[in-house]
């Protein structure tokens, strides 16, 4: 079965704790996104990454940090410098620049984080 | 700057009508406006694409319409039914080559009552 897994799906953080929320995917695809959503505001883009070993930030990149060593796999970790950790994470992928349309996102079915 | 408005207050309708949402933006030129079906606490579903030069697009009961001109797109979904209750956001992507990274709207909740 195709598709985007995150895990886990609640989390909490202590204070001054890093904590790392999983992506993987095995729909071969080549671009990977995090994305932050807040209630009533639209889903912000934290990291994302074109392909293995490469990636950019976001609008809201401070306080987290993602690797991409694998195809199928994007940590993203939130770090004791973000403050305001509370939100629900959602990882997507696309195919990427290829191909038209290339930019359709499927999404993993989240990670609510909380700070204890 | 760039904005993109989805109405934020849920719209309620009755079973078997025909519901309508907007998604507006500013500041903008997208080659392709995208929508969303998002249930609580779920990631959001891909439901239609538009093209810029594509003036309506259909798939079964949802109709999707881009006017670049007005700025504006609207989803319709025809003989609504109380399962498509959710969030529907839109989402837009830029017309350059490349990498293009999609910008969200803050979505709007559909009730349909039975």
Redesign the interface.
Known sequence: DGG?T?SPKYLFRKEGQNVTLSCEQNLNHD?MYW?RQDP????R?IY?S?IVNDFQK?DIAEGYSVSREKKESFPLTVTSAQKNPTA?Y?C?SST??GGS??????????T?LSVL | SQKIEQNSEALNIQEGKTATLTCNYTNYSPAYLQWYRQDPGRGPVFLLLIRENEKEKRKERLKVTFDTTLKQSLFHITASQPADSATYLCALEGGNTGFQKLVFGTGTRLLVSP
């Open positions: 985007i995150q671009a994305y009533g505001q639209g889903l883009l994302y074109q976001g629900f959602l997507a990427g620049a349309p290339k930019n359709i996102q499927y999404f993993g079915a989240g609510r």
